[in-house]
């Protein structure tokens, strides 16, 4: 299986480190606009380098695509891949507006292909039970918590960065709360209305003038089900290690997730004792997942769809107007 990058940042490069290790697969191609930063990335994995995507789309015989670009730019290099055939991996989240997230699942659905979206949370084996575990109850309360650290490899506090700027990027509600969002859903189903608060140079980016990124999110969230789920996100560079956590309560269950790096379900339901470890990690087991629904040309196989991660776009937009206008919104309003 032949396999193109567009975009070598942080993110493409743990997904080649995962690619060179994968049999049958190979690195054929890596697009970036900047031309060292695709050059780099492209020898370090075999590959030739390139900063069109399109005539690299047009130029390389090639199976798959790993869209690994900022996510207001996810929809044109994903949709011209889909109208080639390829099978492709998008980074999450899905795009940066509901516009494009539509257009992205349209031409997905249009085209047959297998597509997988980076909610790399989907893919665990102890996700899976815990939902088993459930036994179709719905939750009651869902509670997260996400306190991480800056991304030096993205340059996350260089005022250059694409990621400082909030209308490109979404800020950490985006990109580490949305993992939280979309894990919630997973379990929960879908969200009525949202509402939120953040602020502003209270964490990581106490005292960085010129600071326009959030760097504390809370969130709640009203279920169809009737549940509540919560979502709290610290960016901080004093936690050490760094919490990813999900507590689900439902009418038999009480568990606890424990994210990154363990992976480890805890806790009772059905009145006995949970205790598992995740066989493999998500950053592994989400692209071998996608590699077998590209090989097997079945788009089901996947473990998060363009369509549920549209769920989960619809969500953060309500999220990120309920925390500028302090309002109670409803999702997909």
């Given at each position: 299986m032949r396999v193109a990058l567009i975009g070598a940042g942080a993110i493409a490069q743990r997904h080649v480190a995962v690619l060179q290790g994968r049999d049958g697969v190979s690195v054929a191609a890596v697009c970036d606009t900047d031309a060292a930063r695709a050059s780099q990335l492209a020898a370090r994995a075999g590959a030739t380098a390139h900063t069109d995507w399109a005539a690299m789309l047009d130029g390389e015989a090639l199976d798959a695509v790993f869209v690994c670009t900022p996510p207001g730019?996810?929809?044109?290099?994903?949709?011209?891949?889909?109208?080639?055939g390829l099978a492709v991996y998008l980074e999450k989240p899905l795009a940066r507006d509901a516009d494009d997230g539509a257009a992205i699942v349209d031409a997905w659905r249009s085209s047959g292909a297998v597509c997988?979206?980076?909610?790399?949370?989907?893919?665990?084996?102890?996700?899976?039970?815990?939902?088993?575990?459930?036994?179709?109850?719905?939750?009651?309360m869902l509670v997260s918590r996400s306190f991480g650290h800056t991304e030096s490899g993205r340059g996350d506090l260089h005022t250059e960065s694409w990621f400082t700027d909030q209308?490109?990027?979404?800020?950490?509600?985006?990109?580490l709360g949305s993992h939280d969002v979309d894990l919630q859903i997973a379990i929960a189903g879908p969200v009525e209305w949202v509402q939120g608060t953040a602020s502003t140079g209270t964490l990581a980016l106490a005292g960085v003038e010129g600071a326009r990124l959030d760097d504390a999110v809370s969130v709640v969230m009203r279920f169809a089900s009737g549940g509540i789920g919560s979502l709290h996100v610290a960016w901080t560079e004093v936690q050490d290690p760094a919490v990813y956590s999900l507590d689900v309560q439902a009418p038999d269950a009480a568990l606890l997730l424990q994210l990154d790096p363990a992976f480890h379900l805890t806790g009772r339901a059905g009145g006995r004792e949970v205790d598992s470890?995740?066989?493999?990690?998500?950053?592994?087991?989400?692209?071998?997942?996608?590699?077998?629904?590209?090989?097997?040309?079945?788009?089901?196989?996947?473990?998060?769809?363009?369509?549920?991660?549209?769920?989960?776009?619809?969500?953060?937009?309500?999220?990120?107007?309920?925390?500028?206008?302090?309002?109670?919104?409803?999702?997909?309003?």
């Open positions: 730019v996810h929809a044109p290099p994903a949709i011209a891949a889909f109208e080639r997988g979206v980076g909610y790399q949370w989907r893919s665990l084996d102890v996700v899976a039970e815990l939902r088993a575990l459930l036994g179709g109850a719905a939750p009651g209308r490109r990027s979404g800020g950490i509600l985006y990109e470890t995740a066989a493999a990690d998500p950053r592994e087991s989400s692209i071998d997942r996608f590699l077998e629904a590209a090989r097997a040309g079945d788009p089901s196989l996947v473990p998060c769809t363009p369509a549920d991660a549209l769920d989960t776009l619809c969500t953060l937009l309500a999220c990120e107007r309920a925390i500028q206008t302090g309002e109670r919104v409803p999702v997909g309003s």
